[in-house]
């Protein structure tokens, strides 16, 4: 079975604080992404990662940033958190190629920005 | 813009019923539907797909229709048992393009035993 793994399941921050949500995959996925959950808006792409070291934006970058300096691990950072960065961060990781193939999702990390 | 809706937020069922889930689509170019299952405090597992070159797609008590013409999947789930109840996401992508794959706003369905 796939494990993706999410290091805190619930943080709590300080606004202006930097943030990193760190997530690990051990099935040599090629592709990473990051999501965050909100009621009523479904899941939303933040960033993702084809490859080490490669980055692309999703739908809604801004104030995010990621790290991918290995294959296995993603990291999300948030340069300076603020209250509306309240939400729940989904990692997910996929294999690439020709196909298709499902996401599979780590369990969350519910942040709150104070 | 939200290319993929749920428009029914939550969805109660008697155990034993057929619990249907629907989902609309506005891209044209979405070719591959998923249905994720997500259960509070985990994070969303794989239920079930389908293709474009597909109308149906069964597994066990599971059925995922698409309706292309109309930009519409559904999911039924037949019997309903109670450990049935989550929030049911609709997802879909283009061109086997994971890196675009769309999420609905999710499907709270209950299932009452």
């Known amino acids: 079975d796939v494990k993706v793994t999410q290091s805190s399941r619930y943080l709590v921050k300080r606004t202006g604080e930097k943030v990193f949500l760190e997530c690990v995959q051990d099935?040599?996925?090629?592709?990473m992404f990051w999501y965050r959950q909100d009621p009523g808006l479904g899941l939303r792409l933040i960033y993702f990662s084809y490859d080490v070291k490669m980055k692309e934006k999703g739908d809604i970058p801004e104030g995010y940033s990621v790290s991918r300096e290995k294959k296995e691990r993603f990291s999300l950072i948030l340069e300076s958190a603020s209250t509306n960065q309240t939400s729940m961060y989904l990692c997910a990781s996929s294999t690439a190629g020709q196909g298709y193939s499902p996401l599979h999702f780590g369990n969350g990390t519910r942040l709150t920005v104070t | 813009d939200q290319q993929v809706k749920q428009n029914s937020p939550s969805l109660s069922v008697q155990e034993g019923r057929i619990s249907i889930l629907n989902c609309d689509y506005t891209n044209s170019m979405f070719d591959y539907f998923l249905w994720y299952k997500k259960y509070p405090a985990e994070g969303p597992t794989f239920l079930i797909s389908?293709?474009?070159?597909?109308d149906k797609n069964e597994d066990g008590r599971f059925t995922v229709f698409l309706n292309k013409s109309a930009k519409h999947l559904s999911l039924h789930i037949v019997p309903s048992q109670p450990g049935d109840s989550a929030v049911y996401f609709c997802?879909?992508?283009?061109?086997?393009?994971?890196?675009?794959?769309?999420f609905g706003a999710g499907t709270r369905l209950t299932v009452k035993p």
């Open positions: 997802a879909a992508s283009a061109r086997g393009n994971n890196n675009d794959m769309r």
């Open positions: 389908i293709s474009s070159i597909k």
């Open positions: 099935m040599d996925h090629e592709n």
